[in-house]
């Protein structure tokens, strides 16, 4: 059974999926840890439901970044995790921590991949008049959201949207497609070589496994 730690910052909605995925053996590991930068993260209260050991490490308690990774690192790997999860943790990570997880560092982001990198994604989607938007997940390299895309799924934006409305019906499909994903890691399915995502040996194109198939 492969170990799973998942590093979190806010409500933990995704990190909620992964849970009910690995009870529901659709995810074959076991969530072995949670990790939060804010002490009053939501998430931290449902890995604490969940009976899983929820830890909070705050960036005021370090002199750098670096030392920051570094000790969050060493707690990690105290859970000797086959795979680290980023859900809407938030934190910039250092080299060091990318380099220490390659190949086994997953994250979630709410775009169509290369589109908007970064923040407030729904909110350039509105401003730039988008009628499709959506979510990816991707392998974590050193530049921001820039690693290889394994899964994308695609909403409809319609004339007098919310970023509200927006956000629920993204965060409904990441909730679908980030436990698959995580599934297929723990399951030897899908890895990362030659700075691309591979899927049961062949590899994925830019914007992923096309999830119509």
Known sequence: ??????????????????????????????????????????????????????????????????AFDRELIQEIDAYAPDVVVLAGYMRILSPAFVAHYYGRLLNIHPSLLPKYPGLHTHRQVLDNGDEEHGTSVHFVTDELDGGPVILQAKVPVFAGDTEEEITDRVQHQEHAIYPLVVSWFVDGRLEMKNNGAWLDGVQLPAQGHASED
């Not at 840890?33 to 009976?51: H, I, T």
């Open 1 to 66: 059974m492969k170990n799973i730690v998942v590093l979190i910052s806010g409500n933990g909605s995704n990190l909620q999926a992964i849970i009910d995925a690995c009870k529901q053996k659709r995810i074959n590991g076991t969530l072995r840890a949670v990790f939060s930068n804010k002490a009053d993260a939501f998430g931290l209260e449902r890995a604490r439901e969940a009976d899983i050991p929820a830890h909070a490490l705050s960036a005021s308690q370090f002199s750098s970044r670096e």
